[in-house]
């Protein structure tokens, strides 16, 4: 059974950091692409970064570039997500997500940025 | 970036209705297109990929159509389970974007 288990979400000051690890399992990861998504609370789905297989490839929305990092360990069966320069707005559940067209989907983290 | 946008952005439907919703994107996606049912508290769930194809396990009842700019998602006989919010995505180019969404409930 494919399954996704998203950790590192909670408080954080505006600038601080967070890493968020996704844990894949039931599947090879080294097979596939691997996105994050967010949702801000009360709204819609926001793509947030990608990685291609051996990670040599990685894109990212506007709003998180130079602040964000997608990166994976397909040893460890693991995607991440390092965070840095938090502003309120990036205050939202991220989920993990496995490509082709998003097929399976974590239960999500909640990452609040606050003073 | 490629803007997608659906309608209705809401719907009240019966048991047993037909829906349909609409999503079109600000350019030409070809066929990438991807819908997504969710519901309040949990993850998304992939329903269609490819405009058209069914993922795997999720029902005949869901079907989707379209190419370019154009695409619709129909529910063919609406039940308790469907009632949601439905997203549209399109994955031709980046960034990947989705739709605001279409939220589906009861009548």
């Known amino acids: 059974e494919v399954q996704l288990v998203e950790s590192g979400g909670g408080l954080v000051q505006p600038g601080g950091s967070l890493r968020l690890s996704c844990a894949a399992s039931?599947?090879?990861?080294?097979?596939?692409?691997m996105s994050w998504v967010r949702q801000a609370p009360g709204k819609g789905l926001e793509w947030v970064a990608n990685?291609?297989?051996?990670?040599?490839?990685?894109y990212y929305v506007d709003s998180v570039k130079g602040r964000f990092t997608i990166s994976r360990d397909n040893a460890e069966n693991s995607l991440y997500l390092q965070m840095n320069s938090l502003r309120a707005e990036d205050t939202a559940v991220y989920y993990c997500?496995?490509?082709?067209?998003?097929?399976?989907w974590g239960q999500g983290t909640l990452v609040t940025v606050s003073s | 970036d490629i803007q997608m946008t659906q309608s209705p952005s809401s719907l009240s439907a019966s048991v047993g209705d037909r829906v349909t919703i609409t999503c079109r994107a600000s350019?030409?996606?070809?066929?990438?297109l991807a819908w997504f049912q969710q519901k309040p508290g949990k993850a998304p769930k992939s329903l269609i990929y490819?405009?058209?194809s069914l993922q795997s396990g999720v029902p005949s009842k869901f079907s989707g159509s379209g190419s370019g700019t154009d695409f619709t998602l129909t529910i063919s006989s609406l039940q308790p389970e469907d009632f949601a919010t439905y997203y549209c995505?399109?994955?031709?180019?980046?960034?990947?974007?989705f739709g605001p969404g279409t939220k589906v409930d009861i009548k």
């Open positions: 997500a496995r490509h082709i067209a998003f097929d399976y």
């Open positions: 039931g599947f090879t990861l080294s097979s596939y692409w």
């Open positions: 990685i291609n297989q051996d990670g040599s490839e990685k």
């Open positions: 350019q030409g996606i070809s066929n990438y």
């Open positions: 490819a405009a058209s």
């Open positions: 995505q399109q994955y031709n180019s980046y960034p990947i974007t």
